[in-house]
């Protein structure tokens, strides 16, 4: 079944950084998203990249899907405190969306 | 105007009992979903609705058993709960289950098993 799967797992940053997340899969897929999830919080829908795109734009938010690696990331830049969140990329298909572990990314005021 | 709903938040219970989680969602949405997510945050489907029509039923005990009245809600009814069965379980809904689109996650209920 597909999986998602981020990479690193936890992120530390200060304030104005950027944060950069990956994700790979491992079937085939319609569509690729990205979800943040703060503490205690269910999961927001942040971005959806469908197959046949290679980036796409949100914001502060860039994502790109490479379908040959079955690979993604996911770019946050100018990051502010708020953005201190867990984020799961989620691969859709099969009626389904098959999440990943999720990434932790603190960023420090 | 809460789009997806749970009830309990919270649901502290001894092992063996039964309980019951509800789910509603005022978007008109026809695919709604239970997920479970574990101490590591992993989020798991195990069940998916669609227009009250049971269409995904991963690997999960018949302990737990999803009925879904109606297409904006879907409740989930734990049998004999387990240590094991402690987990925040998440209600969402999406318009399209043939596409995979956007889902709209609830705020999660959070069971604890002693």
């Known amino acids: 079944s597909q999986q998602g799967e981020e990479d690193p797992q936890a992120l530390s940053i200060q304030e104005g950084e950027n944060a950069t997340m990956n994700c790979s899969y491992k079937t085939s897929i319609n569509n690729l998203q990205w979800y943040r999830q703060n503490s205690g919080r269910g999961l927001v829908h942040l971005i959806l990249i469908r197959s046949n795109e290679r980036e796409k734009h949100s914001g502060r938010l860039r994502v790109t899907l490479d379908t040959s690696k079955k690979s993604s990331s996911l770019l946050i830049t100018a990051s502010r405190a708020a953005d201190t969140a867990s984020y799961f990329c989620?691969?859709?298909?099969?009626?389904?969306?098959?999440f990943g572990k999720g990434n932790q990314v603190v960023v420090i005021p | 105007d809460t789009a997806v709903s749970q009830t309990p938040k919270y649901l502290v219970t001894q092992m063996g009992n039964d309980k019951s989680i509800k789910c509603e969602q005022n978007?008109?949405?026809?695919?709604m979903y239970w997920y479970k997510q574990d101490s590591k945050k992993f989020l798991k489907i195990m069940f998916s609705?669609?227009?009250?029509?049971?269409?995904i039923n991963e690997t999960v005990p018949n302990r737990f058993s999803p009925k879904s009245p109606d297409k904006a809600h879907l409740n989930l009814h734990i049998n004999s709960l387990e240590l094991g069965d402690s987990a925040v379980y998440f209600c969402a809904s999406s318009q399209d289950r043939g596409r995979q689109e956007t889902q709209y996650f609830g705020p999660g209920t959070r069971l604890l098993v002693l």
């Open positions: 609705y669609n227009n009250k029509e049971l269409i």
């Open positions: 989620a691969a859709g298909g099969n009626n389904r969306l098959a």
């Open positions: 978007l008109g949405h026809d695919t």
